[in-house]
């Protein structure tokens, strides 16, 4: 059974950092793209950021470029968001996903997701 298990969402004030963790389960997620998915309260889920295999190339949504970063350890099946100057807007549960297509573009269409994160930002 393939699983996505992220952790480390919590409680943080505007402006904090915060790095979320996105260990991988039951398959190698070495040869494929992972990424990070949101979705605010009341909202849409919406893209963050994503990686492709080997850490080569990167995409952010607009919202987030300059204050987040992904990462990854193949090694480790473990693919990590780093969250510098954390906003009130940020504040969303976190899923993490893996496998699928990642466009060039940066558009991407994930196979796995994870069961989610919460980041609280208070202002």
């Known amino acids: 059974q393939v699983q996505l298990v992220e952790s480390g969402g919590g409680l943080v004030q505007a402006g904090d950092s915060l790095t979320l963790s996105c260990a991988a389960s039951?398959?190698?997620?070495?040869?494929?793209?992972m990424g990070w998915f949101r979705q605010p309260p009341g909202k849409e889920r919406e893209f963050v950021a994503a990686?492709?295999?080997?850490?080569?190339?990167?995409y952010y949504a607009d919202s987030v470029k300059g204050r987040f970063t992904i990462s990854r350890d193949n090694g480790k099946n473990t693919v990590y968001l780093q969250m510098n100057s954390l906003k009130p807007e940020d504040t969303a549960v976190y899923y993490c996903?893996?496998?699928?297509?990642?466009?060039?573009?940066?558009?991407?269409?994930?196979?796995?997701w994870g069961q989610g994160t919460q980041v609280t930002v208070s202002s």
């Open positions: 039951g398959r190698t997620f070495s040869n494929d793209a």
């Open positions: 996903v893996g496998d699928g297509i990642l466009y060039y573009s940066g558009r991407y269409s994930p196979d796995y």
């Open positions: 990686i492709n295999w080997n850490g080569g190339n990167t």
